[in-house]
């Protein structure tokens, strides 16, 4: 199913121009990434466009890869126009959920496609969770569901070493965003594969656990 659809295409063309606008133009990446401070001043729109922003190549490649992988399962078993509902209303709630957590931070920043691209990593799981992965350096595949909820571990890890310019907040928001929209969309996953719902949301359990106990 990882094929390229023109839908697909358009996402990972527009998140590459922009973020290699924001690689050469260091006030266009300070005027559109997420910003607490600006945020609250009224600057919304910040909200979307740093979903397409990237703190370098490689965190660009990674996102996009990701998202390369993921899609076209998304886009089969719903639609393109459904994959865009997915896509962004990931990226606002990884900014929204943000926006919660960091709320008293008014110098946080972030940036990064990496909500959205969540969301629909979540959304292809929770529709295929037979699906299997393979990488270089790991000799057979590994299940799809594994890497989904790795990922998001590691995302706590991210959250408290804060040692970059990545949403790893969003991370989480953008897979709550992904697994509501995909029930909403195709209500019978909850009948169909209840245990991937379940194993899915222990990692967002375990955030919430975390920033209720002070621990991020």
Partial sequence: MNHLELVTIIVIVANALVSI??????????????N??????????RMITSGFLHA???????NMFTL??????????????????????SLLAGNLLSLFIHK???????????????????????LYPEMH????????PIPAYVFGILYLLYS????????????????FGGAIGGLLVTILFYPEVVIEHPLMVILLAIPIIILFILEKAGKL
């Fill in 21 to 34: 606008k924001g690689f050469n133009d260091f006030s266009f990446f300070e005027r559109y990434k997420f």
């Fill in 36 to 45: 607490i401070g600006a945020i609250k001043r009224g600057e919304q729109v």
């Fill in 56 to 62: 370098d190549l490689g965190h660009l490649i990674v």
């Fill in 68 to 89: 390369y992988f993921f899609a076209s399962v998304v886009i089969n078993y719903l639609s393109d126009t459904k994959f865009l509902i997915v896509y962004f209303v």
């Fill in 104 to 126: 008293d931070e008014y110098h946080y920043s972030a940036v990064g496609a990496s909500g959205a691209v969540t969301g629909v990593l979540y959304a292809a799981i929770l």
């Fill in 133 to 140: 992965i393979g990488f270089l350096f790991i000799p057979l």
């Fill in 156 to 171: 706590i890890y991210g959250m408290k070493r804060r040692n970059d310019n990545i949403g790893h907040t969003a991370h």
